[in-house]
């Protein structure tokens, strides 16, 4: 600090803390050592709430007892939450001074986080509210005919993309599922053995991996799904706010594997013919049919279990990395392990299921998972110590980062649970109206 005596003084809330300049120019807190870089009133000012220059004296409007304890940790290296005080309050107070939840003692950070994942909902109503009073702000310096529009196209994509929105985005919702089960329950018939046409009670054609024709009424019946969820994708488009970012979106992508594929085969079929015996053989067909098992994630736009579930697996990659990182060193370490005591010490009856090193590590993952099919297994002493072993661990290691993901998805579904009450409420206001 380039001005001022030689003793500053810290008024927070009434209480005020002495500290010479050497002290401030260290001090833990780093809205307090900015005061030393200042070099005017000015500058000053941005860090605290006022300043008396005759007795440098720095006022700062803040909670003095949270003050206390946050000084009690630049004292004693232990800061916790002052009794009685909200959690969030308080971290907002350690935010202010510099500090992170990080600092705080691990019971404390237990608690931050419940309070937080608890009152998730509070900040998201508020920053709604300031959502909305933007976008009142931004149309009310349009034009009325070009907020008319922007009003409509809003309407529409709400009614595509939220389906708890209002009266008709529920029955289009409606009828997107009715269709995505439909067109399901079609995929998954037509590979039953059951599925064929007779022909003179001796000539079979299968329709399992055939193009989809409309001379037969399950072809009918997909093209007619088809064009709904074309006809939707379309829309939703045309009606979206940035275009880059519709096409971005994973549930956008989704639908366009799951329609994508049925065009592609039609247009391999009308250049290959109706040959079933040149369809049969095309492999191509086969993997582009199955694509449309893609359909039902769709269904994620619905329904909130789905929506929670992609939610909790993009906020939680780290901790899935980590989980099958537990789960392959284990593997490679068990597998090798067992490969050396079932097969490569037994040279008279050696035990062919564990021949080689991978076909050990199927053993470990379904050991390991307590699934155990029972395909193969180890007859040896040490081979089966090694199993148990192996399933014990399986059991402490895979447990230890599901508590992490388990945490997350809590939060997410209470986020999205939210989200879904607040257009449910909208939704009760519009029909009462």
Not at 181 to 205: Q, R
Not at 265 to 289: D, F, P
Not at 361 to 369: D, N
Not at 377 to 403: D, E, H, K, M, Q
Request: proline content about 3%; glycine content about 4%; charged content about 25%.
């Amino acid at each position: 600090m380039k001005f001022g005596k030689s003793i500053c003084i810290l008024n927070v809330g009434g209480t005020k803390y002495a500290f010479s300049k050497e002290v401030i120019k260290d001090f833990p807190l780093s809205r307090v050592s900015r005061l030393h870089k200042c070099a005017s009133e000015k500058e000053v000012l941005e860090v605290c709430d006022d300043y008396d220059r005759e007795r440098n004296e720095f006022f700062f409007d803040r909670h003095s007892e949270a003050f206390c304890f946050i000084m009690l940790y630049v004292k004693y290296g232990k800061l916790r939450f002052v009794p009685q005080m909200c959690e969030l309050s308080f971290y907002n107070e350690m935010i202010y001074w510099g500090l992170e939840s990080s600092h705080l003692e691990f019971c404390c950070q237990r608690r931050l986080d419940d309070r937080m994942s608890d009152s998730y909902i509070h900040f998201s109503e508020e920053e709604d509210k300031l959502d909305e009073e933007m976008r009142g702000e931004n149309l009310g310096t349009r034009v009325v005919t070009e907020r008319e529009d922007s009003k409509w196209l809003e309407r529409m994509r709400r009614t595509f993309d939220e389906p708890t929105s209002s009266v008709a985005a529920q029955i289009l919702a409606s009828v997107s599922v009715i269709f995505v089960i439909v067109s399901m329950v079609m995929l998954c018939a037509s590979t039953l053995p059951d599925w064929k046409t007779a022909e003179n009670n001796s000539v079979v054609v299968e329709h399992r991996y055939n193009p989809d024709s409309l001379e037969h009424p399950s072809g009918i019946i997909e093209a007619v799904c088809i064009s709904w969820f074309t006809a939707e994708c379309i829309v939703r488009f045309i009606v979206s706010r940035d275009k880059c970012e519709f096409v971005k979106r994973p549930l956008n992508i989704i639908d366009l594997l799951a329609i994508t594929p049925y065009y592609i085969s039609i247009s391999m079929t009308m250049l290959t013919g109706e040959n079933s015996q040149l369809q049969r053989a095309g492999v191509t067909l086969r993997v582009l049919r199955m694509m449309r098992i893609f359909w039902v994630i769709k269904l994620a736009r619905h329904f909130l279990g789905l929506q929670t579930l992609g939610l909790t697996l993009r906020r939680c990659y780290r901790e899935m990395v980590m989980l099958l990182l537990f789960i392959c060193v284990p593997m490679a370490i068990f597998s090798a392990l067992a490969q050396l005591l079932e097969h490569g010490l037994d040279l008279e009856s050696p035990n062919e299921d564990f021949a080689s090193i991978p076909a050990a590590c199927w053993w470990v993952i379904i050991s390991m998972t307590t699934v155990g099919y029972g395909d193969m297994y180890p007859i040896t002493v040490p081979g089966r110590v090694l199993g148990g072993l192996c399933v014990v661990s399986g059991i402490v290691l895979l447990a230890l980062p599901i508590t992490f993901i388990y945490h997350s998805f809590v939060q997410c579904y209470h986020e999205l649970k939210f989200r879904s009450a607040r257009c449910t409420r909208s939704l009760s206001a519009e029909f009462l109206n």
